[in-house]
């Protein structure tokens, strides 16, 4: 039977009440328990995306015919990858004066990419090739030959794994000596995917990487995928040095310092660099 409106509901006896209060106050503390458990597991709140750039520290000539795929410093001396058919393969490079001190060509019908050091061996990618080609450092001899799928663009060493891309937002860790896929890792920037990942730098737990047609470099956390800093390197080249130049593509951590050397395809300069933060004030401005 309902109650209807006009009917009072019949008072509970004393100790009835007092049972209900009791299980209330103990439903409560459950409550409370469970949300304060919930709150001592809840997700770190992640950090915005540090905003960069770049201070030039000194310029240097470098080779305008270079197609730069990959790029790396090693005692002194710059390592360096370059693309295309017919003009492909490994050099290394005096820094001061930009010269070719040595050089070793791939055959014409291979397109090099990124380049990573690992021990006494240059491991280069190619585009669309499918091989990984490993070269003994003094010599640049070509010694061995890895197949793997898909494209490759840029490659470095964290001191245990290669980490590869491959244009899409994806990063690919490998074994340095078999080139076995070890996992992967998606790169994100505030929750968005960030695709053409390009030529890469492995330094002190970050990947540095260049984004295909854009010039900024991305600091990204190989852990989770997460773009930590957005680094502009806009302006490098004047608009007269420009002209007949292709995109920034070179990233070059220099040994023992907070300095790196960035340069790009067809440039006729390399650029030794900071990453300051943006709102910075240039330091030969008055405040």
Excluded at 158 to 183: N, Q, Y
Aim: hydrophobic share 40%; aromatic share 8%; net charge neutral.
């Amino acid at each position: 039977m309902h109650r209807t409106r006009c009917q009072r509901p019949r008072r509970l006896p004393l100790c009835t009440l007092g049972r209900v209060r009791r299980i209330f106050v103990f439903v409560g503390g459950l409550v409370a328990i469970a949300l304060g458990g919930c709150q001592r597991h809840a997700p770190p709140v992640l950090e915005g995306t540090e905003s960069l750039k770049v201070r030039v520290l000194a310029s240097y000539p470098h080779d305008p015919n270079a197609f730069t795929q990959g790029l790396l410093m090693h005692r002194g001396k710059v390592f360096e990858s370059t693309g295309l058919h017919g003009r492909s393969g490994v050099r290394r490079v005096e820094l001061t004066r930009g010269e070719v001190e040595q050089r070793a060509e791939l055959p014409t019908d291979l397109f090099g990419e990124g380049l990573a050091l690992v021990d006494r061996d240059l491991i280069q990618l190619t585009w669309r090739n499918e091989k990984a080609i490993y070269w003994d450092l003094v010599s640049l001899r070509p010694y061995k030959e890895i197949a793997y799928e898909g494209e490759g663009w840029g490659l470095c060493f964290d001191g245990e794994r290669l980490v590869m891309s491959d244009g899409s937002d994806r990063l690919t860790f490998r074994d340095p000596r078999s080139f076995a896929a070890l996992g992967q890792v998606r790169v994100r920037k505030d929750g968005a995917p960030v695709t053409f990942l390009n030529e890469l730098e492995c330094v002190e737990g970050h990947v540095y990487a260049n984004v295909w047609q854009q010039e900024v470099i991305a600091r990204i956390d190989p852990k989770t995928g997460n773009v930590t800093a957005w680094i502009d390197a806009s302006g490098l080249l004047t608009p007269l040095e420009r002209a007949g130049t292709d995109v920034l593509n070179g990233i070059a951590h220099v040994p023992d310092s907070d300095k790196f050397l960035l340069t790009g395809k067809n440039w006729p300069k390399l650029f030794e660099v900071q990453f300051v933060p943006a709102e910075e004030r240039p330091q030969d401005e008055a405040p």
